[in-house]
């Protein structure tokens, strides 16, 4: 199923004490542990059409000036078709309304298709955290073909 340009998204904030939908999360990070590590502690934003949730976006406060997107998600049967876009633009005018002055978001040296979307939407890579995934996850991920080792940060000037 396609979206069409007539079917608005609605970008809602989830109030903290929803019970969150650990479907989509587990998508973006597969340790439970780690979401529950950050989820309390962050703003967290769901794309909605017709009351159905497509997408999920959350933004942990690292400081005065800046937050950190943990996690972001779309239903696979509706992945590229712009809704993952959807979810980081309303964050940077949600960041920009709260005076927030950047954005990072990290992931996999092997999630080549997110570090290529995050990129075209104007976030820069800033480091390399080597062989962070062997040691932060208890079971290897393989992602395209090869294990994820290292971390890759990207940031976004607001
Ligand atoms: N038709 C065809 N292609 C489109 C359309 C369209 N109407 N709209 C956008 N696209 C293209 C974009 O140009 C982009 O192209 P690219 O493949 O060259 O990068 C691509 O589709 C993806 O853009 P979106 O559609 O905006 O993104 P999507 O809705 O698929 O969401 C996301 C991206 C969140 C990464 C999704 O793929 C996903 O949930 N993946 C699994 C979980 C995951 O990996 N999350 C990120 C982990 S890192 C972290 O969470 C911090």
Redo the contacts with the bound molecule.
Sequence with gaps: M??KSSDTLQFVRLNKCACFPYE?LL???PSKILVDAYIHQSDVFVATYNDTV??I??LLPLDVETF?????????P???????????RNAIQYAIDNKKKKII????YT?T??I??YQ?IGFKIIAIKKDFFLNNYPEPIY?NGMQAKDKIVLSIQL
């Design positions: 396609m979206f989509l998508l973006a990070d497509y997408g976006i959350v950190e997107i943990k996690n972001i998600s779309v239903q696979p509706f992945q590229k078709q712009g809704i993952g876009t959807f979810l980081i978001i990290a992931t996999a999630s298709h997110q290529n979307l075209k992602e």
